[in-house]
């Protein structure tokens, strides 16, 4: 579908308008532009939203990059030609098929299939199935597949409410007898949500894969495609009956894999393998082809079994990240705004200064539930072995092994949305759902490959695409 653009300079203004009106080219412009360093950038110009700035122009580059040009220091734009803007994705009927899954995909927001608006240069996504269908024809012969919008927020801006609402839908859909869910997410806080689901969501029948893309769609790199392939063939042909996370394994698009959503966590702002399971090892390794599962403790697949639903939460919890030299102040605050939970991620075994032991003792003493996990990530908080880890355990402070400092607020918000009585609090805590606690991390539960060394360089030439 063709947009008429009214405004031939859309979105821009100030400096950069006149820039544009100088050397007489609008916006889908093919130019080519000169800077005052001698660079030139070959590409269309892109509209831009005005809540932007006015000192830059905007082109997509041939290699499908965009890239801003500063107006102080444009020497020249020459007009090539011009571009008209189809700013839909084709839209096609989706085929169905009786023999296929029937897969709902839930959405949230991000980017895991998306178009670029070229009204105002922003990337929206691409959800109705006719779209999806359009922008990765590949899923008709993966599922039969039916797509809500639930909302449209960035990550960041996913909550209790939120949260209630995704698990009450994931409900809805099992009911009406999906074979697989898909829940369509922003990577940014993925983990908080695949941890939160594990308590909210239990005992599913079917697969609950949360996907998302770190590179949007218009980009040459973008790995959106492949994440909601790998997403889609899971929640329908995976035997692994839980909430995971699935996203690309290594940076290349060889695989896909498939993490605990109470063992994950992003690792990485751009990589495209930004998802690392942590003190374990992932559940499954998912390409076009198939699976290999990595290890046999996952729930299977039983369309027999009745998913439990359990929303109950209270938000006034917080992570309390330690730090050297942190004041009592800090929890003294906490425990006079009415905040009822603290998870601690403590140095090294479990640890923080001593000052501020009597404010800790003080937030027990108030009816604050106080729990210790670890900054480092991997390993476990082992508060015995030093004096200052087991003089926390007498003042009432209880050590969650090697639980996540995410994962661990969400389940407290969870647990302290059933009961407040102290003793009953800690023994849920405690009580592994889906391994948030195992019992020991595997020999290869910790690897991370540190550059610089001979072995490792030898090794990552041999492998680096």
């Known amino acids: ?44 110009v892109l509209p831009r939203s005005e809540t932007f700035d006015d000192l830059h122009i905007v082109l997509k580059l041939r290699t499908g990059y965009n890239v801003g040009v500063h107006v102080d220091r444009v020497v020249s734009i020459e007009e090539l030609g011009y571009k008209e803007a189809f700013y839909k994705i084709p839209e096609q009927e989706f085929p169905k098929r009786p023999s296929l899954p029937k897969i709902t995909l839930l959405g949230t927001g991000g980017t895991i299939a ?4 070229y009204r105002t240069g922003a990337v929206i996504p691409a959800f109705t199935p006719g779209e999806l269908y359009g922008a990765v024809p590949e899923l008709a012969d993966l599922s039969n597949l039916t797509t809500r919008k639930i909302f449209g927020v960035f990550s960041e801006n996913m909550g209790w409410e939120q949260y209630v609402i995704l698990a009450e839908e994931i409900e809805r859909e099992i009911a009406a007898g999906a074979d697989g869910i898909v829940v369509g997410h922003g990577t940014d806080t993925m983990g908080h949500t695949a941890a939160i689901l594990n308590f909210m969501v239990q005992d599913s029948p079917v697969p609950i894969v949360i996907v998302g893309s770190q590179r949007s769609s218009d980009r040459p790199s973008s790995d959106a495609a492949l994440n909601l392939i790998h997403a889609v063939k899971t929640a329908g042909e995976g035997d692994i009956a839980e909430v995971q996370i699935c996203m690309f394994g290594p940076t290349s698009d060889r695989y896909g894999l498939l993490h605990r959503g109470t063992r994950c966590r992003k690792m990485h702002s751009s990589y495209r393998s930004t998802f690392r399971t942590i003190s374990d090892i992932p559940l499954a390794v998912v390409n076009r082809e198939g699976f290999r599962y990595l290890g046999p403790e996952y729930l299977p697949r039983d369309p027999n079994r009745r998913v439990k639903i359990d929303t109950a939460y209270d938000n006034r919890i917080t992570i309390l990240y330690y730090y050297p030299g942190m004041d009592p102040d800090l929890v003294d605050a906490l425990v006079e705004k009415g905040y009822h939970g603290i998870v601690i991620a403590g140095t090294g075994l479990g640890h923080v200064n001593t000052p501020l032991y009597p404010a ?85 539960g910790y690897l991370i490959l540190q550059g610089g060394l001979p072995e490792v360089e030898a090794w990552v030439k041999g492998h680096w695409k």
């Open 114 to 117: 998306s178009r670029l608006d």
């Open 360 to 444: 800790l003792e003080r937030a027990i003493k108030a009816g604050v539930h106080i729990v210790m996990t670890v900054q480092t990530l991997w390993g476990y908080a082992q508060m015995y072995v030093y004096d200052t880890g087991r003089d926390l355990l007498d003042i009432g402070i209880v050590p969650l092994d090697n639980m996540l400092p995410e994962t661990a607020l969400m389940k407290l918000g969870w647990v302290l949305g059933h009961t407040h009585d102290h003793d009953q609090v800690m023994e849920m805590m405690r009580t592994p759902i889906n391994h948030e606690i195992t019992p020991r991390e595997p020999h290869n």
């Open 1 to 44: 579908m063709n947009e008429t653009v009214k405004d031939p300079l859309k979105g821009y203004r100030g400096a950069a308008r006149a820039k544009l009106a100088e050397w007489k080219v609008r916006v889908w412009s093919d130019v080519r532009c000169t800077n005052s360093a001698g660079s030139i950038f070959e590409g269309v």
